[in-house]
């Protein structure tokens, strides 16, 4: 059986602070799994413990306590990012190199070299639309480009994982459908994603699966068609509703013994329920 | 934003199994610190080094009572001993810290990059850097010795008489760019590399550059009046145990960069003896390893 493409136990992460005895707990016994394939979605407010979580998950800061594996190999060593593309948020790569020479540098970093990797990095920038921006200067690239630029490095090693902080943060609404796109893509190459947005419509688009983090606790997660049917109720939009019609189906409601909880505007269902869960109305 | 095309990254995979150590890893973060640097422009400072060469040079002629060569060969060695220093010190302390700013360090070490390699692949970078500098500074060094001795050998011929002429050319053609300067401007580097070295070693658990630079020179200054001051407090008859344990350790953590000092002997002509070379850049060269290798303990563990 294949291990699963992630896999935290127990994990939990004290920062200490200068002057201070007691240290910042940042994660507290966090434990999940992500599945190979999966398009996973980590949620939380700011200061959650997501980047904590992935910066452990990619060996950059050490766990207090419990651990990380990528499909079956500890974070605590560097074969495990074999596997990995990471984008950081609000990534700023070297600006004196072009687009071209951005991904030919990450590429020689995964152990790529000679027209392997030329051929490799010009199909990524065309995957990614830069090729008319691949000998252009990073310093003049739009945040747009940066963040596809970005996309195109975390590929350049083939990772069976893909690691999206924010990867839409910054970019305007046509931009984030493209990336949007590009992650649905990946996901039907079976490439597993970890994705971190506060993008939450967009993550009800593509994510199979989806956890909650609030002050470094997990509180909730599982298949997001599992989550939000569960709280579902019934709700209905309608257009052209005069306000007999709407009088009648209050008056219908009331004799099948239904009660009308709320009468709002439309509203995306994952955001209601994530601010339900993140206030603890759950 | 342009249309994405049909997603489509070439072959199958095509990256190798991972290595303990790659030199092509290394190789691509020292090319890339390389060209960082050169690209940020910090090759102007060699162009300040010109002006001072080449000024005094003409200033020499001009004012100056003593030999004009000698006084240029002190003046172009001192100068290319703190322009290299200086600008290892400027390249190396931001690199880090700059990297960590931003978040590309991250975007390099999740790649399957060890950080050992990281900071190898960096101060290689820099490395290539002071190299270059030094060769450059030791071109323009020798081109303005070179003219200025041209110059003495055709003011000699014009004003001195003939029964003495070959003496007075042989001692211009003595004090010019000779053999035994090389060996000079080999310590220059090698106390610049391991000042560079230091920089990295504080940068990589500072928490600001200014903290690093600030530091980084402090030690200078100490590794340059510690022999001194050793000497002195050491050379009084009773010197308590504890000063002596004090002393030890000041002279064990820091550089005595005195040792260096053999270049302003080389450049009044003293020919160096071997042994002493080697023994200075020895010295350099265990220090700079011993800085290597505590910047790699510390960031091997530092939480990023």
Redesign the interface.
Known sequence: MNPPAITIQNLSKDFAVPFRREPVRALCDLSLQIAAGEVYGLLGPNGSGKSTTMKILLGLVLPTAGSTAIFGVSSKRVESREAVGFLPENPYFYKYLTGLETILFFGKLCGLSGSTLKDKAHALLRTVGLTDAAERRLGGYSKGMLQRIGLAQALIGDPRLLVLDEPTAGVDPAGSHDIRDLILQFKAQGITVLLCSHLLSQVQEICDRIGIMHQGRLLTEGRLDELLNSHAKPEWTLENASPELLAQIEVLAGKAGARIVEKAQPQTDLERYFLEVTRGTH | ????????????????????F?W??V???AH?TL??LI??KVFYFLLLFAFLVIGSSIFTVKFSFQNPIQILKDVGLGAMSIFSWLLGLLCTANLIPKDLE???L?????????RFEYIFGKLLGVFGMLIIAILLMSALFAGVLGLREQQELAELAANTPQDQLAAAMAEVRASAFQANLVPGIVLILIKALLCSTLTLLLSTFATSSVFTMLTSVIIYLIGHVQGVAREAWLSGGDVSPMLKVLSAGVALVFPDLQLFNVVDEIAVGTLLPAALFWQVAGFGALYTLVYFLLAQIVFA?R??
């Open positions: 934003m342009e249309p994405i095309n049909t997603f489509s990254s070439g072959a199958a995979n095509t990256v190798p199994r991972h290595r303990l790659s092509l890893r190789w691509a973060l890339n060209l960082e690209r940020l931003d978040r590309t991250y975007t390099i070490l999740a790649k399957p990059v060890p563990t939480e990023l």
